[in-house]
Structure formats: C-alpha cells, structure tokens
C-alpha cells in the first residue's frame, strides 16, 4: 500500500507564507510525478504545481512567481512554498503523486493525500 501524509496547511494573513508537505510511504518502488492540487468551497479541484522526476516543474498560471514546488527525493517528500498569500489561495490543498509500487508490474498508480486546508485571511 501507498500513503499520502500531507502537512503544513493553516491560517495565515494576506500577504504571509505558509509551507505545505507530503511524504509519500509504503511499498514504493519509484514516484515520478508529484503534485499539488486545490479544491475552494463550490469549485473543483484544479492544478496548483507539478514536479517530475527530473526536477521540472509547471505551475497554474496564478500562482507563477508566489509558489514554488519542490522535493526531496530521498525522502520522498514533495513541497510547496507559498508566498505572497492571496485570499483566493483558500482552499483545501490536495496532494498527488504518480507511484510505481512493488509489485505493480512498473505500472504506475495515482495516489492522492487526505488534503490540508489553507485559509488566507485579507
């Protein structure tokens, strides 16, 4: 099995910065993809960043220059540095990982964390 923990969401002020993490556990055997996700109150879920294996990265286009996505391989942890909080940030923040588990024949799955609600307050 494969576990999404993701940690760092909270309240902060218009303007401020909060930094979110998820490590990914379990069988693991290679993760390629990384992501995170946001979901705001009567929307759907929409794409914040993602990070490859290699290290390249994409971001929705609101949050180029404020948030900054990066991970640590060797921990399997994914980031996201938030700066520059707007009130629109508020949403629950989901994150999301391509997996190659042992066992799965090299076929990938996706894996999602419980999400972590941020509250930017104007």
């Known amino acids: 099995q494969v576990h999404l923990v993701e940690s760092g969401g909270g309240l902060a002020q218009a303007g401020g910065s909060l930094r979110l993490s998820c490590t990914v556990s379990?069988?693991?055997?290679?993760?390629?993809?990384m992501g995170w996700y946001r979901q705001a109150p009567g929307k759907q879920r929409t794409l914040v960043a993602t990070?490859?294996?290699?290290?390249?990265?994409n971001y929705e286009y609101s949050v180029k220059g404020r948030f900054t996505i990066s991970r640590d391989s060797a921990k399997n942890t994914v980031y996201l540095q938030m700066n520059s909080l707007k009130p629109d940030d508020t949403a629950v923040y989901y994150c999301?990982?391509?997996?190659?588990?042992?066992?799965?024949?090299?076929?990938?799955?996706?894996?999602w964390g419980q999400g972590t609600q941020v509250t930017v307050s104007s």
């Open positions: 999301n990982a391509d997996v190659i588990a042992t066992g799965s024949g090299w076929v990938p799955s996706e894996y």
């Open positions: 990070i490859s294996s290699g290290g390249s990265t």
């Open positions: 379990g069988s693991i055997r290679s993760i390629d993809i």
